[in-house]
């Protein structure tokens, strides 16, 4: 019989890790991926586009919720996650990163019984006034398999008395990502679009 993994998903960040798991575990015979929108984001611009753009199927489960803070967003989750996880929809949970979403799914997930893995386990910030690091810290330590980016990560994971037995260092799922879509990305029209010179610019990307 066929395993169910869940792959669970609500902000642009998780689209991009899922993404190349949801191809790999499509190889297997003796698994069905499902995916799980929690609709943390789900705007078009921030969701729709990038199921599109990274080729995935649409969600196979998705929730409509309401809420702007963290707090609001965990709350209609934890709803509507406690619905569909007390029927045992599923063998495994993966959850990635460390968004509302993740923390929210794997805090279900594990009322319920169900086996999580967490991809992109154990890194830190070690600024607890982050929202992402109390995710990070909490999903890490309601999980059955940490899969990690670095040694670093993995050594995090081991200082917080986490068993080795549940760490797997397999590097980073977005590098799988980005190699994927590179010839899309060659193609791109976006130097001519914004009248630029090859290497005669410079990018920058800002969180908060």
Do not use: W
């Not at 809420?67 to 989750?77: A, D, I, R, W």
């Not at 029927?87 to 495994?92: H, I, M, V």
Request: charged share 25%.
């Amino acid at each position: 019989m066929s395993k169910k993994v869940i792959l669970a998903a609500g902000a642009r960040p998780n689209f991009m890790k899922i993404a190349p798991l949801y191809r790999e575990l499509k190889k297997s015979s003796s698994i069905t991926p499902l995916i799980l929108h929690t609709g943390q984001h789900n705007r078009k611009n921030m969701s729709d586009v990038f199921f599109k753009d990274l080729q995935l199927p649409p969600p196979h489960i998705s929730f409509s919720i309401k809420g702007h803070s963290p707090s609001e967003l965990s709350l209609f989750m934890k709803r509507e996650l406690d619905k569909l996880f007390s029927q045992k929809p599923c063998d495994l949970l993966i959850v990635v990163g460390d968004v509302t979403s993740t923390f929210a799914t794997a805090l279900s997930g594990s009322k319920y019984g169900i086996p999580i893995a967490h991809v992109e386990a154990g890194l830190r910030s070690f600024d607890l006034s982050m929202p992402e690091e109390i995710n990070r810290i909490f999903t890490d330590h309601l999980s059955d398999y940490l899969f990690t980016t670095s040694r670093y990560a993995s050594e995090n994971l081991k200082k917080e008395k986490i068993p080795e037995s549940k760490i797997f260092f397999t590097g980073n799922v977005m590098i799988d990502t980005l190699i994927s879509f590179r010839p899309q990305a060659l193609k791109s029209d976006i130097l001519s679009r914004f009248n630029l010179e090859k290497k005669e610019y410079a990018l920058l990307t800002l969180h908060r």
